[in-house]
């Protein structure tokens, strides 16, 4: 059993990005009480647009677990999935989504798009939202104010 709750555990991945320079989004993928993958946005560091938390934890998570796919997983993640990572959920087909913060802007899951919710999505996880979210949206405020 991890020592903290898998969605403090994003949540201080997320701090982590920040101190990077990265924006402060972090993910953890869960197979019931067992870590797969626990990783944060590395965009900058990586020199890749594709580099976020979700993608990166879902790469080391299928890595570690052989199959393919995810089915049976859970994702925890500060902020509400982009359009390419509510995709990547969906192709690697998790179990459930948990997200801190909306993202009006960009996300794609109770936002924009809303991509599980279209006919043509093949999979559409349970999503529970708004976890971590006070702590998360205090983060990603100060780092964009920052930023300004």
């Known amino acids: 059993m991890p020592?903290?709750?898998?969605?403090?555990?994003?949540?201080s991945?997320?701090?982590?990005?920040?101190?990077y320079?990265?924006?402060?989004?972090?993910?953890?993928?869960?197979?019931?009480?067992?870590?797969?993958?626990?990783?944060r946005n590395r965009m900058k560091a990586l020199?890749?647009?594709?580099?976020h938390?979700?993608?990166l934890a879902?790469?080391?998570a299928l890595a570690?677990?052989?199959?393919?796919r995810l089915d049976g997983c859970d994702l925890y993640v500060t902020l509400e999935p982009c359009a390419m990572c509510a995709g990547a959920i969906a192709h690697v087909r998790l179990r459930r989504v948990y997200f801190a913060a909306e993202?009006?802007?960009?996300?794609a899951v109770e936002n924009g798009i809303r991509l599980f919710e279209q006919p043509t999505c093949h999979h559409h996880p349970e999503v529970i939202a708004g976890l971590g979210a006070g702590r998360s949206e205090a983060m990603l405020r100060e780092f964009f104010k920052a930023l300004r």
């Open 3 to 11: 020592s903290q709750s898998p969605m403090d555990l994003a949540l």
């Open 13 to 19: 991945l997320a701090e982590e990005a920040a101190t």
């Open 21 to 39: 320079g990265e924006a402060p989004v972090g993910a953890v993928v869960m197979e019931g009480e067992v870590i797969l993958a626990a990783e």
């Open 47 to 51: 020199n890749d647009p594709t580099a």
């Open 53 to 55: 938390a979700e993608i």
């Open 58 to 60: 879902i790469r080391t």
């Open 64 to 68: 570690k677990r052989g199959t393919g």
């Open 103 to 107: 993202d009006v802007k960009a996300g």
